[in-house]
Nanobody, 121 residues
Framework: QVHLVESGGGLVQAGGSLTLSCVAS????????MGWYRQAPGKQRELVAT???????NYADSVKGRFTISRDNGKKTEYLQMNSLKPEDSAVYYC???????????????WGQGTQVTVSS
């Protein structure tokens, strides 16, 4: 069973930066599309950014120009570089992989446990 472990969250002042990381554990042969989502209290989980297996990226309008998603397949890791953070970016951030192949067969829609990002004004 593959697990995703996020790190890098924390408390930062408005205008600051954070970089989130998400590492996939286990024997993994291929990784499909990867993404970051977030959920603020009382709100639905929303897409932040995605990156395809080919490196194509997609961003929510609210983070375009401030956040950058990237991946390192050799390290089985995805990143989210967040700059110019705003209080409204405060949320629990989740990483997600839509599909991957492992030594035990394919797995789909895998999620991390979440990491808290709090931006103070």
């Amino acid at each position: 069973q593959v697990h995703l472990v996020e790190s890098g969250g924390g408390l930062v002042q408005a205008g600051g930066s954070l970089t989130l990381s998400c590492v996939a554990s286990g024997i993994i042969f291929t990784i499909g599309d990867m993404g970051w989502y977030r959920q603020a209290p009382g709100k639905q989980r929303e897409l932040v950014a995605t990156i395809s297996s080919g490196g194509d990226t997609n961003y929510a309008d609210s983070v375009k120009g401030r956040f950058t998603i990237s991946r390192d397949n050799g390290k089985k890791t995805e990143y989210l570089q967040m700059n110019s953070l705003k209080p409204e970016d405060s949320a629990v951030y989740y990483c997600q992989i839509d599909r991957l192949t492992t030594n035990r067969g394919p797995q789909y829609d895998i999620w991390g446990q979440g990491t808290q990002v709090t931006v103070s004004s």
